[in-house]
């Protein structure tokens, strides 16, 4: 959907139409408006599952000490399907628990890989063998940054304090795993880049206005029999709204306009009106929903069900129902 009002795109434009209509240009109100902004902000993507947010990334599978790992890319907020490349299975998500009970313990079973779990976070979006070197290194010849590095070596808890040398690499020694890895602060310029020491291949990258980098984990069972490639479909984290000339990626500046007149009316003691404009946001955000998804509801049947002749069958069956709600 398009922003037909195209005065009221950015958040810098949403706070001053706000406090047009409120009629309060102080900065102290500015302030309460970008909070309020980008509160309601949160609450519309969790309600919801935009389209817009959907996303897709083909991954190789690796392997390290008999297990199958994949990580999720970084802007990853939630795992909606996996797809087998090779063979048309969508593996399963199940609980870690579930999947040591079916795989006996976390065995090595060799097969097409049919379910997944998650196994936590990660710094790094590789798995590495036990004892790796790990070096940091920054674009920057000027960028003398402090950080934190929290993993595991030799079975043990290991944590690194370290300060940036720039552009000249800086040791950080052995790891068997790279739990967290994070900067003191960010930087509007500056990468900085974790990888096998020597200039080897790169475990992650904090990017310009990041601190840390975290990856989701995933293990797969059963063990693939050869290479394999999966296709990763996620919900993205929407990008940081730090600047009044960002634009909020999900377009529902009238919601969000609603919304924080709702708010800035019952900072001023005027519960009446204020709960019309939060009435009044409810509805607007339903109807763009109803409209980005066309009025098509999805409805989830039970994961068995009783067939015509009598008997339970596999079901899971997701059914579109169409048709917009009566006004």
């Known amino acids: 959907m398009a922003n037909e009002v195209l005065s009221t795109v950015t958040r810098g434009q949403l706070v001053e139409h706000i406090q047009e209509f409120v009629q309060d240009r102080s900065e ?3 302030a309460m408006i970008r909070r309020d902004l980008d509160h309601a902000y949160r609450i519309a993507l969790r309600r919801y599952e935009w389209p817009h947010l959907i996303r897709w990334q083909d991954s190789a599978l690796q392997y390290v000490d008999g297990q199958a790992f994949f990580f999720a890319p970084k802007d990853a907020a939630q795992i909606l399907r996996l797809q087998d490349q090779t063979t048309p299975i969508n593996p399963f998500e199940y609980s870690f ?3 040591m009970d079916l795989s006996g313990g976390l065995a090595t079973i060799t097969s097409v890989p049919t379910s997944f779990a998650h196994v936590g976070t ?4 590789v798995a590495i063998p036990a004892g790796t070197l790990v070096e940091v290194v ?3 010849p000027g960028d003398v940054r402090q950080g934190v590095a929290r993993g595991r ?5 290991q944590t690194l304090a370290f300060t ?13 795993e790279i739990a967290q890895f994070s900067l003191t602060t960010s930087s509007e310029t500056e990468t900085v880049i974790v990888r096998i020491s020597g200039g080897g291949q790169t475990l992650t990258t904090i990017a310009p206005n990041e601190v840390e980098t975290v990856y989701q984990k995933f293990r797969l069972f059963p063990l693939s029999s050869g290479p394999r490639v999966i296709r990763v479909v996620y919900r993205v984290v929407p990008p940081a709204i730090f600047s009044d000339d960002h634009v909020y990626l999900i ?3 009238d919601y969000l306009i609603e919304y924080g007149i709702s708010k800035s009316l019952q900072s001023r003691r005027e519960p009446n009106l204020a709960n019309e404009n939060l009435a009044e946001s409810d509805r607007i955000l339903m109807e763009i929903w109803n409209e980005v ?5 999805d409805i989830a049947s039970p994961l068995f069900s009783w067939s015509t002749n009598g008997r339970y069958g596999p079901g899971g069956i997701v059914i579109r129902a169409h048709g917009y709600p009566q006004r």
């Open 28 to 30: 102290n109100r500015a």
């Open 97 to 99: 628990g579930s999947v």
């Open 122 to 125: 990660s710094a790094i979006n």
């Open 138 to 140: 920054s674009n920057d």
């Open 153 to 157: 070596k030799t079975e043990q808890p």
């Open 164 to 176: 940036l040398l720039g552009d000249i690499p800086l040791q950080l020694g052995s790891w068997d």
């Open 251 to 253: 377009p529902i500046q």
């Open 293 to 297: 998804t066309r009025g098509v509801i």
